[in-house]
């Protein structure tokens, strides 16, 4: 039992020396937002747990139109929503202002550089894309059927099989083999390196040890690995008929790996290696086994580091990502990006300065995901 | 696992023996008649690659007009990052075939690059590159270029008119940078074979020096071609020479004027090639066989009625997943003109040709024509016999198959008899029409290497 309090008491600790900028920021932000103790009522009850709610997935945002809602101090609610909304729309607004007065001043040679309006028309030409491609697929299947029934009328033995479609991906599809590609690299990356984290930081002679190869290859760029990656994996990966995994996802996937495993590693070793000495005792005097340790205390108490490691490699597998997949030739985003750059038609600009904010969009959605699972962990139970 | 494999490796090499031998027995019956069973597919789920250029066309049309699927045929067709990556992925099997240079298939033989058995049935158009240079450098050249009655210059405009601005930079100790696509790609003969008809020396490649720019007056190096334009543009080269539409982009862009196609450096010049290894090759005669009948149709489909689908086949090609530059940069070549300067259009009817002139039967003496050239500039460090080159050349080009293929669409009554050459020896008759009126016959590849005045010979070697 008393590890237990001891172990949240700890946690409570790492989360002000662990958490990035942004989110000490933010929950600075939120407790200035704190709602005054004396007009508690039920309206304001739900708004607490709405807003803390908010706060764990970090949309700070809407906590003072929530308690606006709730009828707490309307004046107070109004000047913040002022200063957490209207600022950053006032600022986007600017920016697109500039963007769109900036745009027609610079004439490329495949035109002007796309503003606000044209990426906006290649966005609905791309989901018009998209839903043309899903005629097509049902004319393909309906095409095969056809053929698939004479082929039975012919000879009633055949062996029939559907094939997939074998049209373009389109960009949805190719934002999801994104998705996929950085999701199954991310999860290599983690399962590698958080153990040998724990191993580094339990162990100090390990750490000695492996700390020169972790800062000689922490540095190195995607498109330094690419070529080699891609050389190994085709000399190991070698399958004969239908592969369930392409090359190219393969190569993307470890590219983003290699280049993802560092901060989850050595946040990790940090995390295990400054638990608090008490701790190890009291693992010591309950004679804990190894095991046992490692699962009880080391884990649970480094969590929120191990957390802020994730959360940084899962933003720099993001990156990497999209280079990887441009020159593996990976059917995602970078594939759509580099496709585009080859094109060079009038719309090109336009549809990669959309992919540039589905990028951006993703990024940050996913650094959201893994904020609110780092906050999670390092409150232990604030819902 | 080990036992896997090995067990694995008996049967494909069972599965090879056994193709061959039914390959044989099937040329061996083909020869005695022709109403032989069509054989099952051995593989109908297939993935080709192609590099963003219009003679991709049959592919695109052979697809988006269902011919792949006439033939029982499911296929993908992805767009490559570069040549090699192409070749790479075809040789490692993650590709069934792709849209090939004519050299690659032929380079992978000899072991010049990546060396692998690649083979090909199916040549994919006539022509279709220019040779583009800067803005720059074209007002240098236009003084010396001679004028018609109306003020334009005249066509064929020779490499002459560029040797003064290549002499120039020379004496100013500056490189004379020119872009090409590949080592072996026929635009590297090609532009080769231009500036040496001009005068200008496009360099030697040797056995350690693979750069090919030993003793040149003007250095080429590789750009992929979606690429030449922008490399153009910054500086990087001052000229190229690239398939369509990378030439028609830079008229359109304003940023170069294409000096020369390569219509008139050699009229009909074979360009692509269909091109699968080896053994995938062996492994799937059926199903090559069908991929041949299907890009014949579509080569003919988009020369049919003197090229009136020619407008349906630019808009396929300018969705983004084939080419995706713009209707009119492709419409410009594909559509029986071309655009020099800007504001000179002229007619040029056969600067793509896909079926017309047998465009899409694979001589012998084309593959010829190319190893000369590999031998001209030294890719070929040493002298070979003219037996030699024969050899190599129906090694790795397989009128059987594509014969094979056409009986097949003439007894379905899809193309007629006259469209296929049933009955020639592989070799075309001697080619006369080059910019420097040296005329080639595939028979005698040394005596023709014996005519140029720029280039290896007999047993000549670079130091």
């Not at chain 1, 004046?75 to 957490?84: G, S, T, Y």
Request: hydrophobic share 45%.
């Amino acid at each position: 039992m008393s590890v237990n309090t001891a172990l949240k008491d700890k946690n409570m600790e790492n989360t002000e020396t662990t958490n990035s900028a942004s989110s000490s920021a933010q929950s600075q932000e939120a407790a200035a937002n704190s709602p005054d103790k004396k007009t508690a009522n039920e309206g304001v009850k739900i708004s607490v747990k709405i807003n803390n709610f908010l706060e764990l997935i970090g949309f700070t945002w809407f906590i003072p139109i929530v308690k606006l809602l709730a009828g707490e101090n309307p004046a107070e609610q109004l000047k913040d929503i002022l200063k957490v909304i209207g600022v950053p729309v006032l600022a986007m607004l600017i920016f697109v202002g500039f963007w769109d007065w900036g745009a027609a001043k610079i004439q490329t040679s495949l035109g002007a550089i796309p503003g606000p309006a044209a990426v906006w028309q290649e966005t609905k030409s791309l989901a018009a894309d998209h839903y043309k491609e899903k005629e097509k697929e049902v004319a393909f299947y309906k095409r095969q059927e056809v053929r698939n029934a004479k082929k039975l009328e012919k000879n009633p033995d055949a062996v029939i099989k559907i094939r997939n479609y074998t049209g373009k991906a389109t960009y949805p599809q190719q934002i999801m083999t994104s998705l996929w590609t950085v999701f199954a690299g991310f999860l290599l990356a983690s399962v590698i390196a958080i153990p040998l984290g724990v191993i580094c930081g339990l162990s100090p002679a390990f750490n000695a040890a492996i700390n020169p190869i972790i800062q000689i290859f922490k540095p190195v760029s995607p498109l330094a690995w690419l070529p080699i990656v891609t050389l190994i994996v085709s000399a190991l990966y070698v399958v004969e008929g239908d592969a369930t995994f392409s090359k190219s996802f393969l190569v993307s996937a470890v590219t983003v790996t290699l280049c993802s495993l560092w901060p989850t590693l050595i946040n990790t070793a940090v995390g295990v290696s400054t638990i608090d000495k008490d701790l190890m005792n009291v693992s010591k005097v309950l004679q804990l086994g190894w095991w046992k340790t490692v699962t009880k205390i080391v884990l649970p108490s480094s969590l929120p580091l191990i957390f802020t490691g994730l959360r940084l490699s899962l933003g720099v597998g993001w990156m990497v990502l999209i280079a990887a997949e441009m020159l593996a030739q990976n059917p995602g985003l970078g594939k759509f990006v580099w496709d585009e750059f080859q094109n060079g038609s009038s719309q090109s600009l336009g549809k990669i300065m959309v992919a540039v904010f589905t990028i951006g969009i993703i990024g940050f959605m996913l650094d959201r995901i893994m904020l609110t699972l780092q906050k999670y962990f390092s409150y232990g139970d604030a819902m | 696992m080990k036992k896997n494999r090995k067990t694995f490796i008996k049967q494909n090499m069972g599965g090879v023996f056994k193709s061959c031998l039914a390959g044989l027995a099937l040329t061996m019956a083909g020869g005695l008649t022709s109403a032989h069973a069509v054989g099952e597919l051995e593989k109908d789920e297939l993935k080709f690659g192609f590099i963003k250029l219009t003679d991709m066309a049959p592919l695109a049309v052979a697809y988006e007009k269902g011919f792949f699927e006439d033939e029982g045929l499911y296929v993908t067709i992805e767009p490559q990052a570069n040549w090699k990556v192409l070749l790479d992925r075809v040789i490692d099997g993650e590709l069934d075939g792709a849209h090939m240079l004519a050299g690659q298939p032929l380079g992978a033989t000899i072991g010049f690059g990546t060396k692998a058995d690649i083979i090909t049935a199916f040549s994919m158009d006539l022509n279709g590159n220019a040779i583009t240079v800067s803005n720059d450098i074209w007002s240098e050249m236009k003084p010396n270029i001679p004028k018609d009655a109306a003020g334009k210059p005249v066509h064929p405009i020779s490499a002459t008119a560029l040797k003064p601005v290549v002499d120039r930079y020379k004496s100013e100790g500056k490189p004379f940078n020119m872009g090409m696509v590949f080592p072996v790609s026929t635009h590297n003969y090609e532009l080769r074979y231009w500036l040496a008809a001009g005068g200008i020396h496009p360099g030697y490649y040797s056995k350690t020096d693979i750069t090919g720019q030993i003793d040149a007056d003007a250095l080429l190096s590789v750009t992929p071609p979606p690429q030449m334009p922008s490399t153009l543009e910054a500086g990087t080269i001052y000229g190229y020479c690239v398939g369509e539409p990378w030439n028609q982009q830079a008229v359109f862009k304003g940023i170069g004027v294409p000096v020369v196609t390569d219509y008139e450096i050699w009229k009909n010049n074979p360009e692509k090639v269909f091109g699968v290894s080896a053994a995938w090759a062996e492994k799937n005669p059926n199903t090559h066989k069908a991929v041949i009948k299907a890009l014949i149709r579509a080569a003919q489909w988009l020369d049919a009625n003197n090229d009136a689908n020619r407008p349906e086949a630019v808009k396929i090609l300018s969705q983004s997943e084939y080419v995706g530059a713009d209707y009119d940069v492709i419409a410009n070549s594909m559509t029986g003109t071309f655009e020099y300067e800007k504001g000179d259009k002229r007619d040029l009817p056969d600067f793509n040709v896909f079926y017309r002139y047998f465009a899409t039967y694979p001589y012998y003496s084309d593959a010829i024509w190319y190893l000369t050239q590999m031998r001209r500039w030294g890719q070929i460090t040493e002298e070979k016999s003219d037996q030699w080159f024969h050899d190599i050349a129906k090694k790795v080009y397989r009128p059987d198959i594509y014969l094979a293929a056409a009986k097949e669409l003439l007894e379905e009554g899809k193309i007629s008899k006259e469209d296929m050459p049933w009955d020639t020896d592989g070799y075309r008759a001697p080619q006369t029409h080059f910019i420097d009126n040296i005329s080639f016959d595939g028979h005698t590849p040394n005596a023709y290497l014996d005519k140029f005045s720029i280039g290896l010979k007999g047993k000549d070697a670079v130091k």
